[in-house]
């Protein structure tokens, strides 16, 4: 099975802890991710200014942020279909 690659070409933030990011195969997806920001990667961005200091890391097309937070694209490209099994996972980090 091959991993789908995808890459952020650039997003906004639509909300608090919510992105509607665009990817190279000019599709869209709005993401919130308020119910998996815990532990210690994810956890310091519940704070609003962490938060909103994301940018598109200009090597590998991707979510960063100032503390080494990231996602895989291809996950953010398919939320609906990932975003049960990471906040599930990320309960467990609280």
Same mark, same amino acid.
């Given at each position: 099975? !091959?991993?789908? @690659?995808?890459?952020?070409? !650039?997003?906004? @933030? !639509? ?6 990011? !665009? ?24 704070? +609003?200014? #962490? ?8 090597? #590998?097309?991707?979510? #960063? ?25 990320? +309960?467990?980090?609280?």
């Amino acid at each position: 099975m !091959s991993h789908p @690659i995808y890459k952020v070409l !650039s997003f906004e @933030i !639509s909300g608090d802890y919510r992105l509607r990011v !665009s990817f190279d195969d000019g599709t869209t997806q709005d993401v919130d991710l308020s119910n998996v920001l815990f532990g210690d990667l994810y956890g310091p961005l519940r704070d +609003l200014a #962490v938060f909103r200091s994301v940018r598109v890391d200009p090597e #590998v097309k991707t979510l #960063v942020w100032p503390n080494g937070a990231d996602f895989d694209p291809a996950m953010l490209h398919d939320w609906p279909k990932y975003k049960k099994a990471f906040a599930d996972r990320a +309960l467990k980090w609280k």
